[in-house]
């Protein structure tokens, strides 16, 4: 996935050895013209808070239609996301989820307040998700879950 590339030379670009970087870095920019319009939007609406706010609703209408879906409800965070979806499966207390070692707190704490038992798999040293074989050897008869995060963009 990652190729190092050597330098017989030696030479650092800046002394015309070869780049090691030739695609540009990104701009840093996180929000453009169409989020601004959107928070606008929201901010005329008067209406902030997302369960009156009609963002949302529009969000949840979108994604429905593009992916087919009967249900689909916002969350006011992956904290959230991931308690709901635990809640959903209604798995017996004391039930294992299977997760990344290499996460945000949110993914644990919505097991626990499922009053589930994280397991954490081993990384895979490319990726830094999940190793497929550590997940397979975590799981067991009190498997009930598993929480799959994708760390830093790398599916």
Do not use: W
Request: hydrophobic residues 40%; contains cysteine.
């Amino acid at each position: 996935m990652f190729e190092i590339m050597s330098q017989e030379n030696g030479k650092l670009a800046l002394h015309g050895g070869p780049k090691v970087k030739t695609t540009p870095f990104g701009t840093g920019k996180r929000f453009g013209d169409a989020e601004k319009k959107q928070v606008i939007e929201a901010l005329d609406s008067d209406v902030l808070f997302y369960v009156l706010g009609s963002k949302v609703k529009e969000m949840e209408a979108k994604l429905k239609g593009m992916y087919g879906l009967k249900h689909c409800n916002g969350c006011s965070s992956g904290t959230a996301a991931v308690h709901i979806a635990l809640g959903v499966l209604q798995l017996p207390p004391g039930s294992e989820v299977i997760t990344s070692s290499v996460t945000d707190m949110g993914t644990v704490t919505g097991a626990l307040y499922q009053m589930l038992i994280p397991r954490f798999a081993d990384i895979d040293p490319e990726t830094y998700n999940m190793d497929p074989a550590s997940i397979k050897k975590l799981v067991n008869s009190k498997t009930g879950a598993i929480i799959v995060v994708h760390h830093a963009g790398l599916p």
